[in-house]
């Protein structure tokens, strides 16, 4: 499976932005798809995660409420809308696949496939 994110930009402060991760091919029922991101000299934080087939969400506190995810099967597509981005917002965002919760969705290592990021910044 290929990941394909897109969407990020420079915004300023309280905007909001649309990423898109898009699937090369069908994504199997039981995986979850993870959005993380990485700032300069920085891990990769955990940004959310949703399941491919049920009602399942979970986001980072420092963007609950914020952001929020959803999907579209026939599309193979995962989205995060940002809403009321801040300064420190601003990194490159990454979509990810798992294999079927193989591990704890916050960490990165759970997940199997990558895409490639998208730079999102932020100014104030």
């Known amino acids: 499976v290929q990941l394909q994110a897109s969407g990020g930009g420079l915004v300023q402060a309280g905007d909001s932005l649309r990423l898109s991760c898009v699937a090369s091919?069908?994504?199997?029922?039981?995986?979850?798809m993870g959005w993380f991101r990485q700032a300069p000299g920085k891990e990769r934080e955990f940004v959310g995660a949703?399941?491919?087939?049920?009602?399942?969400?979970h986001y980072a506190d420092s963007v609950k409420d914020r952001f929020t995810l959803s999907r579209d099967n026939s599309k193979n597509t995962v989205y995060l809308q940002m809403n009321s981005v801040r300064a420190e917002d601003t990194a490159v965002y990454y979509c990810?696949?798992?294999?079927?919760?193989?591990?704890?969705?916050?960490?990165?290592?759970?997940?199997?496939?990558w895409g490639q990021g998208t730079q999102v910044t932020v100014s104030s």
């Open positions: 091919e069908r994504i199997s029922s039981n995986v979850f």
């Open positions: 949703i399941s491919w087939s049920t009602s399942y969400l």
């Open positions: 990810a696949a798992d294999k079927g919760r193989v591990g704890p969705v916050r960490v990165p290592s759970s997940y199997y496939y």
